[in-house]
């Protein structure tokens, strides 16, 4: 018996249960894919048995730290490593089975202390005689989960039986046939257009200015219909011709005179014409599903069986989640019931009065940039009544509740802030987090653990990785009608222009900025930067005509008519010069991030970059005019000098630049350089700006651009290193170490040019090169080829991968360039928690990706196995395969920090760290899947290099998954490209096939000619 229960703690189990984790999320993504995040919720998330597994993953764990005795110091990493995780797994167990969280809406000059669970609960009240019964039970229905809720009881005692039998996740109300109902009938109006009106018996409605009722009392409808049983009649204050299916023209009735109204006819009444489309004598309201391509509401409604004493009722409840529920009440007998679907109402021990709802648009748009509120915080029982600000990535903390900014309501006077609850298992989540990185840190000092093992088998390039890791850690034209001459635009780029941080810059800087943004590359057809910049200024009717923008999204086609791949900016206005996308984009800001389609997110992607371009065409990027007077040093913009908007209202320098547009399109190079001066001259009155020679000096970085040319560079030295790394074990001459040392010497003229890259930004920017994403990973790309030229006398192979190592590192770093911040982010991403999680989270990619080739390439060599080769094959390949090991490892490490790092954001942002979003998913998938290949040499049957090298390299399909297929097949907030058409190429299926047959064969040799002896347990 004990021998089976150790079984619970064993490695094997663990890589069972392992497998089963990672299958289940993956399936949980496609379900959320295909029908919704409730349906992933109701399926796996949220039941009983998906709680089992972490229990039983969570014994697993604690089960190995005591039977591999982890509390001894020398295994201290991998007690701290298991500790972490049974601590994140308790905070969200804490978070699941404690804490809370929901909405709380308030208006403008209101106060509440109430939210919204985020939960739906199905609650009911019966009453029999005077007693009554209640209950409430949360429920996750879906069209998948309809029979979620299930209700026993007495009342008066008599036994009472409540089931869900059917969930409609999309509703519509209409009347059906039912005895015991009214009357109701639908007719068609044409004049213009056509306008269908239902009329239930006792109600008018206003059609084209005329009121037309049924069965009213009164007279007081301009056409009134009465029915009378089977048959309705219809009495108007003209004359009436019943027109024939041929057109001809039947009876006529006079003005007052009774028309009897027959289905199938049309009926003419001067300019209108009208036929009826339904008649029923008997009818009731009734929830029903609304059909496939009809707009239905955006609740759901639950289908109940009531039984009670005999007796069998169906009873439709409307409702959904973040909800209060709208009561339905009835009688069976003499059993009264009330049932609500919705949200529960939280009483919170405090109130939050709105003062203010501020929306910050764009200058000259309608979209939202950012949105807060202004809250005055009203505790009695503190003595407590101050006023608060809430806005994305400024939460406001009291007594346990954080409240976050989430969504505001479409007048704009009211706010609609997320609340959560849950300060234990947020901190117990936060401090499992800091043991992990903890545990990361240590295991690269402490002696005994996998990593040094392995580092001692292949030390120098082991030193190189460790290098890597601790520098890491620590830093985190010719004139044409589209464009001006290149020398006029050349000495544009000069002039100086304040950004919206407050930065001086040349206009050479913005105008690379607005290329990349606008065009997503790095220059636009044969123009330079300042060509575009200053063409889009002077000649915009020509740009608005440009396709400049990609459009991916179906829907977005069909919503604005075009369907190329590209629009113009004209493209995007209506014939009155409105923007076609203005209500579509509002409505995708004011929801909330969790609740954003891939429509939302493909059209604020759009909005941005149509906002970048008419900021530079309305003047209002073009900030380039000193303010005397004004706040901060803030200098004017084209459009505010235009607009009389500077604080000088003598200042006429404006006139000058829109004489400089006229000289330019006039041809007249003498008034263009003279103009030109006088703008030089007026921004030098400003003494703040920084020296002519750090401008040029920004100019010649500018138009250098080195670092993409480095990547290219290191990329192909790095892949011909390698190579001749290879030559020279297996076929060993002179020649080869000659070419590998001019490689060497290029790869180190290389590193200098890149430090005087790096030194020109320090001295442009004043601070070190490592303040954001970009500069992280130009810097993260410079330390890594440095610790291969310092490694390279004792290993080849470290100067080979490193050079390859920094080729990734900069064509991440590029990635992240082509989006500039020229146009206020979108308020989520306004946070620096951000991009510390996306630099990590890529540095893990760019390592799991090298670890990947290097399978990749020991794969290829078991292949090419021969009896004559095969031991310089087995040295090299227990070479790459330790360094595999080590960059695998880092890679995870990376990978792992980063996912987590991703929670912290999340928790600042909207208040939840992990939501199960596809996106973070499948990058937790892919920490699990590393985790496995990690752990392979602790089970039987999956040890050795082969094994190893095979599970490395078929493993970066996660990471492939996790970075382009969620965005392509799944969805949720971080996917940019869902919706998009996308065919999988039908090439991929002959790769995939070639690397199968390579990786049979190649096991087929391996087998014969290295056959594997046992492995040994290594911790």
């Known amino acids: 018996m004990l021998k089976k229960l150790s079984f619970l703690v064993s490695m094997p189990f663990m890589a069972v249960l392992m497998i089963i984790l990672i299958v289940v999320l993956a399936l949980a993504t496609f379900m959320e894919s295909a029908y919704s995040t409730q349906t992933a919720w109701a399926v796996f998330y949220g039941t009983h048995w998906f709680e089992v597994l972490m229990v039983l993953i969570g014994i697993n764990l604690v089960g190995v730290m005591v039977k591999q005795k982890f509390f001894r110091r020398k295994k201290i990493v991998v007690l701290l490593f298991h500790l972490s995780f049974i601590l994140i797994l308790v905070g969200a167990a804490i978070t699941r089975f404690i804490s809370y969280e929901g909405n709380m809406h308030i208006r403008e000059n209101q106060a509440s202390n109430v939210m919204l669970s985020s939960n739906a609960y199905i609650d009911v009240v019966l009453e029999v005689n005077g007693e009554t019964s209640t209950s409430s039970r949360k429920v996750m229905l879906t069209d998948l989960t309809p029979k979620d809720y299930r209700m026993n009881t007495n009342v008066g005692g008599e036994k009472v039986k409540i089931k869900s039998t059917e969930y409609l996740s999309s509703i519509v109300e209409q009347y059906i046939a039912s ?71 039947g009876e006529e009735f006079a003005a007052g005179e009774s028309v009897p109204i027959r289905e199938n006819t049309l009926y003419a009444l001067g300019n209108m014409r009208m036929a009826l489309q339904t008649y029923m004598p008997s009818a009731r309201k009734q929830i029903v599903r609304a059909q496939s391509g009809e707009m239905g509401s955006h609740q759901g409604a639950v289908k109940l069986e009531m039984k009670y004493m005999g007796m069998i009722s169906e009873v439709y409840v409307p409702g959904l989640a973040r909800l209060v529920g709208r009561p339905v009440q009835g009688t069976m007998g003499n059993l009264k019931y009330t049932i609500s679907y919705g949200s529960r109402e939280i009483m919170v021990p405090f109130s939050l009065f709105l003062k203010n709802f501020e929306v910050e648009r764009y200058p000259g748009s309608n979209s939202p940039s950012s949105f807060a509120s202004d809250v005055v915080l009203q505790d009695p029982e503190m003595g407590i009544q101050e006023d608060r600000r809430i806005f994305m990535n400024n939460v406001l903390k009291h007594r346990g509740y954080r409240f976050y900014q989430a969504s505001y309501d479409k007048d704009e006077l009211g706010t609609i802030l997320s609340v959560n609850r849950d300060r234990t298992g947020t901190f117990v989540t936060y401090l499992g987090y800091l043991v992990l990185i903890a545990g990361m840190i240590v295991a690269l000092f402490v002696p005994g653990t996998r990593f040094a093992m392995i580092a001692r088998k292949s030390a120098p390039v082991a030193r190189t990785i460790v290098l890597i890791m601790l520098l890491l850690g620590g830093s985190l034209s010719l004139f044409s009608q589209e464009v001006p001459p290149n020398d006029v635009a050349k000495d544009f780029g000069h002039l100086w222009v304040q950004d919206k941080g407050g930065r001086f810059e040349p206009m050479n800087t913005l105008s690379n900025e ?92 759009l909005d941005d970059r149509l906002n970048a371009f008419y900021l530079v065409q309305s003047g209002g990027l073009i900030r380039i005019f000193p303010d005397e007077g004004a706040e901060n040093n803030r200098w004017a913009s084209l459009s505010e000098a235009m607009m009389g908007q500077m604080n000088d209202k003598e200042d006429s320098i404006s006139n000058v630049f829109l004489n400089y547009l006229s000289a330019i399109q006039m041809g007249d190079s003498r008034a263009v350089g003279i103009y030109m001066d006088q703008l030089h001259e007026n921004q030098l009155r400003d003494e703040i700006l920084p020296s002519e020679s750090k401008k040029n000096m920004e100019i010649l970085y500018n138009k250098i651009n080195i670092f993409p040319k480095l990547a290219e560079f290191y990329g192909i030295f790095g892949i011909i290193m390698m190579i001749l790394s290879f030559l020279v074990v297996f076929k060993p001459r002179k020649l080869y170490d000659v070419l590998f040392r001019i490689g060497v010497i290029h790869l180190a003229v290389a590193l200098v040019i890149h430090t005087l890259a790096l030194a020109i930004r320090w001295y442009i920017s004043g601070h070190a090169p490592m303040s954001n994403g970009y500069e992280s990973m130009i810097f993260v790309a410079w330390v890594t080829l440095l610790a291969g030229l310092i490694f390279v006398k004792r290993s080849g192979y470290a100067l080979a991968l490193t050079a390859i190592l920094a080729a990734l590192s900069l064509m991440v770093a590029g990635m992240s360039n082509m989006n500039p911040e020229i146009t206020n982010l979108v308020p989520v991403l306004k946070s620096p928690w951000l991009t510390i999680h996306v630099a990590v989270i890529m540095a893990g990619y760019g390592f799991l990706g090298l670890a990947s080739i290097m399978g990749l390439m020991n794969i290829t060599l078991y292949a090419i196995l021969t009896p004559s080769n095969k031991t310089k094959m087995e040295e090299v390949i227990l070479q790459v395969t330790n360094v595999n090991h080590l960059t695998l490892i880092v890679g995870l490490y990376f990978m792992t920090a980063g996912v987590f790092l991703g929670g912290v954001w999340a928790n600042e942002s909207w208040g939840r760290y992990w939501g199960w979003d596809p996106k973070e998913t499948w990058a937790l998938i892919t920490v699990l899947v590393y985790a496995f290949v990690t752990h392979m040499h602790r089970i039987p049957g999956l040890r050795g290099r082969f094994a190893y090298n095979l599970a490395s390299f078929i493993s970066y399909s996660s990471v492939m998954m996790t970075y382009f297929g969620v965005n392509y097949f799944l969805g949720g907030m971080h996917s940019y490209a869902s919706g998009s058409s996308f065919k999988v190429p039908m090439w991929s299926y002959g790769v995939l096939l070639l690397l199968t047959g390579l990786s049979v064969f190649a096991f087929t040799r391996q087998q014969k000619l290295l056959p594997e002896k046992s492995v040994q347990n290594e911790s």
């Open 179 to 249: 005895p015991g109902g009214e009357p109701y009938m639908q007719v068609m109006l044409v004049t213009e257009r056509q306008t269908s009106v239902g009329l239930p018996s006792g109600t008018t409605q206003e059609v084209n200015g005329m009121t037309i009722g049924l069965n009213l009392e009164d007279a007081s409808a301009m056409i009134n219909f009465y029915s009378q049983g089977e048959m309705i009649l219809m009495t108007a204050p003209f004359a009436v011709t019943q027109v024939q299916m041929g057109g001809e023209e």
């Open 514 to 605: 607005v290329v990349r943004k606008i065009t997503k590359h790095a220059h636009y057809k044969s123009y330079s930067s300042d060509q575009v910049l200053l063409g889009m200024i002077l000649y915009p009717e020509v740009w608005q005509l440009k396709e400049l923008f990609k459009v991916k999204h179906p829907e977005l086609h069909r919503l604005t008519g075009y369907s190329g791949e590209m629009v113009s900016f004209n493209d995007m206005m209506d014939s009155t010069g409105s923007y076609l996308l203005s209500e579509l984009v509002n409505e995708a800001y004011a929801k909330q991030v969790t609740m954003q389609t891939e429509l939302d997110r493909e059209l604020i992607k």
